[in-house]
């Protein structure tokens, strides 16, 4: 019990002083554009900075399971075999007490991604080099975004490379009132009170949307090919939802305006009060859920 | 002098066929007044009326007819104008205000439409504009446009989108596209599936 005791102690210790580091960058006009697959946690605020804080441990290797693969020649070389032939693990107890040397070694604030201001925009992006890229991530880190700020969000590192991006843990968006638009391949997504205009768009990524303080007040697109979309919603919404799934659910007292079923796609328009805000929902082959607050 | 005698000396007062000459001066005073003078100016009258009534509704159909031309000009200024905007939501808003409310077939929206299919950043913005290109399925501009766009489009979520759209057209022309999706070591393992499936169709 007594080592248990001090093994968390421990841990909290280790926590309190590898992570929470700050960083603050002036920024209160123009689109904040993120292009990484890391673990994210954004939320809105009032404020005129963009403040990241990395909630991962920093310089014992934050990435101690980060698998990169080279880029795969040819699709025949994606199979298991070749695919592990790639894996690189860090060993996290060999570099214990040591800095990586040179311009890319990691940061003494934890932040392992590039972050680059220009004119309008600030940038957010994985530094992998070009013929890599990161597959499996635990660093995770908490953003706040001043509400006066567009969010382009990209959960790959926005190059023309098709690869597959994806990391495990939902990355959040919260208390947000500014455009946003996110594009995943396959990381799951969640939004908490973000008052859109929304546009959402993910090949697996499951999609879930809550309206805690308040209703949707400005469009909202989600587009997904086979990840579900889950949304809550109040009964005082005033809604006109254009819903496209493999099959559709909802405790919501809606107005059926149309309804059709074609080929076990089911299509339907629904209505809450006047119709005011329009929500287009389309998740080909996932299921759409629509829940009652 | 009593009622008997004052009706055997008025005997033809009383007689229903004859009119008396009183009567029929003032009959002809009558007629003149209703059917000769004043007829020309009633009838002057009706025909004032008439032109003013024929003018006016010429008035109101021209400012109704103005105002709506105004109002679908100024819908499809507005709609062209959303279309080019920098804001994802505000093209977005303007593609689904077209395929939900507007629903014509306008050669100037649907060149905007084709121009956002084949260079916008947006994968939202695409798929809506597929879908409302989709309104006009036997438009030969507009297949051919589909097929041009999946030839080069990178965006795996597009790319299936449309080969699905392709498929349900059954645009046999789309083969040649689809094989070089198939081929190509960039597609993605999910977008050659529904290609395979794709072609599967058109044989």
Redesign the interface.
């Known amino acids: 019990m007594k080592h248990i005791f001090i093994s968390l102690l421990s841990f909290f210790f280790i926590a309190q002083t590898s992570s929470a580091q700050e960083t603050k960058i002036p920024f209160s006009k123009g689109i904040l554009k993120i292009c990484s697959s890391k673990n994210f946690k954004i939320s809105g605020y009032n404020g005129k900075e963009v403040i990241i804080k990395s909630l991962h441990k920093k310089n014992i290797s934050s990435r101690n399971f980060v698998l990169e693969f080279e880029k795969a020649r040819t699709r025949d070389s994606m199979n298991t075999k070749n695919l592990f032939g790639f894996i690189r693990s860090n060993n996290a107890s060999r570099k214990k007490g040591l800095k990586k040397l040179g311009k890319n070694s990691p940061q003494e604030n934890g932040i392992y991604f590039d972050i680059i201001e220009k004119e309008g925009e600030l940038l957010l992006q994985d530094k992998t080099g070009k013929d890599w890229f990161v597959m499996v991530s635990d660093e995770s880190y908490e953003i706040k975004v001043p509400n006066t700020v567009s969010l382009n969000w990209n959960t790959s590192k926005c190059s023309k490379n098709k690869n597959v991006f994806y990391n495990s843990k939902t990355s959040s968006l919260s208390n947000f009132s500014e455009e946003v638009t996110i594009t995943s391949t396959l990381n799951n997504l969640l939004l908490q009170d973000v008052s859109g205009p929304v546009s959402i768009n993910s090949i697996g990524g499951n999609v879930t949307v809550e309206f805690d303080k308040k209703t949707p007040s400005q469009l909202y697109s989600i587009y997904t090919n086979n990840g579900f979309i889950d949304i809550t919603l109040p009964s005082t919404s005033n809604l006109i939802v254009d819903a496209k799934g493999n099959s559709i659910f909802s405790n919501l007292d809606f107005n059926i305006l149309s309804e059709e079923e074609n080929s076990g796609v089911q299509e339907m328009k629904l209505q809450l009060k006047s119709g005011k805000v329009k929500m287009k929902l389309n998740a080909s082959l996932g299921d759409i859920y629509l829940r009652k607050k | 002098m009593k009622l008997e005698e004052y009706i055997q000396k008025n005997k033809h007062d009383f007689d229903d066929e004859k009119m008396s000459e009183k009567s029929t001066v003032s009959f002809e005073n009558r007629l003149l007044k209703e059917f000769h003078t004043p007829e020309k100016g009633k009838l002057y009258y009706i025909k004032t009326f008439s032109m003013a009534a024929s003018i006016a509704i010429l008035i109101c159909v021209g400012i109704w007819s103005y105002i709506e031309h105004s109002r679908a000009t100024q819908e499809k200024q507005k709609l062209l104008v959303n279309l080019e905007d920098e804001?994802?939501?505000?093209r977005?808003?303007g593609i689904?205000h077209f395929s939900d409310t507007y629903l014509k077939e306008d050669v100037q929206i649907i060149n905007s439409l084709l121009k956002i299919l084949h260079e916008d950043s947006?994968?939202?913005?695409k798929?809506?504009t597929i879908d409302a290109l989709m309104l006009f399925p036997s438009n030969e501009k507009i297949r051919r446009n589909l097929i041009e766009a999946l030839g080069k489009e990178?965006e795996?979520?597009v790319q299936?989108k449309l080969i699905n759209v392709l498929s349900t057209l059954r645009e046999k022309r789309a083969q040649k596209p689809l094989k070089e999706l198939i081929k190509s070591?960039?597609?993605?393992?999910?977008v050659?599936n529904n290609a395979t499936l794709a072609m599967n169709k058109f044989k």
């Open positions: 804001s994802v939501g505000t977005l808003e689904y947006n994968n939202n913005v798929i809506a990178k795996p979520l299936i070591e960039e597609t993605l393992p999910i050659v």
